[in-house]
């Protein structure tokens, strides 16, 4: 550091700083040679983060990468994986990564090339070296183009460096220090606000990149493609039901021919039941009747659950997965009426399907709410007089909004004044250009996709958050879904497309991996994890 900092004054005074640097990449050289043969020297330097600054780990085209930062990559990766774990986990889901033991002694759900099974610790290096080689590309490009940092950008950076600051001080650290123990040796204020910015910039340009490509579809190509395979963008209302086949096992003794009759006749009598409820329908109602019957049939307490599905999102490939190519066909057949119904036997069940609404284009729809929420941390269980309550505001809310002018204006303040969501009470509630694919829960987006809605309709519509005063603000019937799917798609096949030629193997961010640089980095991080993981067990 001293000869650095005397390299450095000597610079402004003489024109032979070639000649010092190379003095100081000597005397690294050195320190580096002793610190790999003697222990003791090897723990001191390596704490302070001189070998981790010094190397090059990666090279990605004319920049190189150093072990400091590429340990940022690292822990990036590992942390990224440890929080979606963690989250999964508490769903009941497992991703096959346990946070409890090192990265280098488990086995991923990932296989190389040869489908050997990767540790999370190869994966971690693999996906270190694309994210890396993806900040520095799309960061020159984006500073090539001219990008800066605003002035909102540069408030956020400092923001979240302030936001480390504090959990540093929490913790009984300095800043560089808590970097230090997150990122790992040689990452520091200046690295941590330089990799922000890059970050930044290279987020930019490619979100611009992004949607300059997908504004660059011809509509004609669009169209084109929605011509030649519209069923796979439209959509249908329909009822359907399964009923399933059982599958027997052989008794003891039993011969094949034996099993085989049985089969057939446990089929056909769920054959026989399908078909007695088919004859029965007439209507969408009668299909309900009829279904929720035939499930209450010998139950002591029948219940009115509408075992049916009926949603305005079933698409070709939706109702293929729930059912049968078969049936799916059928329904989304141009021919089809509302009022068809047909009885359909797949592999696994027998299908009775009813037509509400034949093959048709889907837009979105711009909505307004006003939520009411329930009086309870416990949305699964809430009580009758907790709905209540939340019904009677709701009420006295629209009562009051009715006795004024009605308009959309009027409805936007109330919602800003009186709204339980958080998220749209600065917009007045407003949710823009929603479509049936964006998963609001269904009571809202039946309500607001229901083929009678008209702007200016308002009602108070009940879901598991509470109750919602629906204001429709319109009908966007230039916005069609096939459109919007397409153009994303074509769009993001044209972004891979580009990222491909940026980013392959002989081009300007071609990646040179120092295997030496990066295993020292992943071996401290995993030993560090161990060290961790016997410290807390102890």
């Keep these: ?76 990766q590992y942390q990224q994986m440890a929080y ?14 346990d946070s409890k033991v090192a990265p280098d002694e488990q086995e991923s759900t990932q296989k190389d090339e040869d489908g050997n099974p990767l540790t999370w610790d190869e994966v971690f290096k693999d996906s270190a070296v694309n994210y890396a080689q993806f900040v520095y590309a799309y960061y020159n490009e984006a500073v090539k183009a001219g990008y800066t940092l605003s002035d ?41 606000r330089k990799q922000l910015e890059m970050e930044t910039l290279a987020q930019n340009y490619s979100e611009d990149k992004a949607t300059e490509l997908e504004t660059s579809i011809a ?49 056909a009598k769920v ?29 002591e307490n029948p219940t009115e659950t509408d075992y049916t599905v009926l949603s305005k999102i079933a698409t070709y490939n939706s109702l293929t997965a729930a059912t049968s190519k078969e049936t799916a066909d059928w329904a989304f057949d141009a021919a089809r009426k509302a009022g068809d119904k047909n ?15 034949p093959i048709y284009a889907m837009n979105s729809v711009d909505v307004r ?16 007089a907790q709905k209540e309550a939340a019904k009677k505001e709701a009420t006295a809310l629209l009562d009051e909004w009715l006795a004024g002018d009605k308009t959309e204006e009027s409805f936007a303040a109330m919602v800003k004044e009186k709204t339980d969501d958080t998220a749209s009470a600065e917009t007045g509630g407003l949710y823009e250009g929603i479509r049936t694919t ?60 580009y990222e491909t030629e940026l980013l392959k193997d002989d081009g300007t961010y071609a990646i040179e991996e120092h295997d030496t640089w990066i295993d020292m980095v992943s071996k401290n991080f995993c030993d560090k994890i161990r060290t961790n993981l016997a410290y807390a067990a102890a």
């Excluded at 983060?49 to 150093?66: F, H, N, S, Y």
């Excluded at 979606?84 to 096959?96: L, S, V």
């Excluded at 200016?456 to 919007?484: C, R």
Aim: with cysteine.
């Design 1 to 76: 550091a001293r000869l650095a900092k005397e390299a450095e004054k000597k610079a402004k005074k003489s024109p032979q700083l070639s000649k010092t640097k190379k003095v100081v990449g000597k005397v690294i050289a050195i320190v580096l040679a002793v610190a790999i043969v003697g222990g003791i020297a090897w723990k001191l330097v390596d704490s302070l983060g001189i070998i981790e600054r010094a190397v090059t780990a990666v090279t990605i085209g004319d920049d190189k990468v150093t072990a400091a930062q590429f340990n940022y990559y690292y822990t990036a």
């Design 84 to 97: 979606y774990a963690d989250m999964y986990a508490q769903q009941g889901m497992n991703m096959g990564f």
């Design 152 to 192: 909102d950008e540069k408030a956020e950076i400092n923001e979240t460096v302030e936001n480390y600051r504090d959990e540093a001080v929490k913790n009984n650290y300095s800043l560089n220090a808590y970097l230090r123990e997150n990122f790992g040796g040689g990452f520091n204020e200046k690295a941590f």
């Design 219 to 267: 509509d004609a190509d669009i169209k084109a493609e929605y011509d030649a395979n519209r069923k796979d963008y439209d959509y249908a209302d329909v009822r359907y039901f399964a009923f399933t086949f059982t599958t027997l096992t052989q008794n003891e003794g039993e011969t094949k021919e034996a099993l085989d009759e049985r089969q057939k006749a446990a089929n």
């Design 271 to 299: 054959e026989a039941e399908a078909k007695a409820i088919y004859d029965k329908l007439t209507d969408e109602a009668s299909f309900k009747a009829a279904i929720t019957a035939y499930k209450n049939e010998g139950k």
């Design 343 to 357: 009885m359909i036997k797949g592999e696994k069940a027998v299908y009775i399907i009813y037509s509400i609404k």
């Design 369 to 384: 709410h006003c939520l009411v929420q329930f009086d309870t941390e416990d949305t699964k269980n809430v009580t009758a």
């Design 438 to 497: 964006d998963n609001y829960v269904a009571p809202f987006e039946d309500w607001s996709f229901d083929d009678a809605r008209k702007a200016g309709d308002y009602d108070i519509v009940e879901t598991e958050y509470g109750y919602h005063i629906m204001y429709f603000v319109s009908d966007n019937t230039d916005d069609l879904d096939w459109k919007a799917s397409i153009k994303s798609t074509k769009g993001a096949a044209a972004l891979e497309e």
